[in-house]
C-alpha cells in the first residue's frame, strides 16, 4: 500500500523539492479559491498583483505544507531541526506583507497540518512491513 514511500528516502533532495514545488503548484490554485472563501473581503493585499497574491497566500503555504509533512513522513529524526529552520524565515515574510492577525492562523495551519500528517504516514509506514 505505502511501498512508494520506502523509495522516496533514495530520491536526492533536490529532486524531492523540485518534485515538491511541482505538485504544490496546481494544489496552490485551490488554496487560493479556499482563501478567498474564507476570508472574501480582503483589502490587505491590494499593493500586490494576482501573482503575487498567488505566491503569497497559496503557493508558499502549500509548498511548506508538502515539504514539512515529506521530512516528517520520510526524514530521519536528527533532520527534523529543519523543519523549523525553513519555516520560520517563510511564515515571517509573509505575517510581514500581511498585517491580519486573523489570516496567520490560515497560514500556520499548513506546517502543522502537514506536520501531523507526516507524523501519521511514518506511523503507519513502521507498521507495515515492506519486503524488498
Partial sequence: MFNFLQSYSKIPQKTLVIALLILAYPVAHLVLRLFEVVFPATNDLVFLSNRGRFYLVALIPTFIFFLTGTMRAIGKEKNQWFIPAYCVPTLGIMFL?????????????FPLAGWLIGIWIKKIRSRIKVQP
Avoid at 506583507?97 to 495551519?109: K, N, R
Wanted: negative net charge; hydrophobic residues 55%; glycine residues 0%.
Fill in 97 to 109: 506583507f500581511d498585517s491580519q492577525i486573523t489570516h496567520w492562523f490560515f497560514y500556520l495551519a
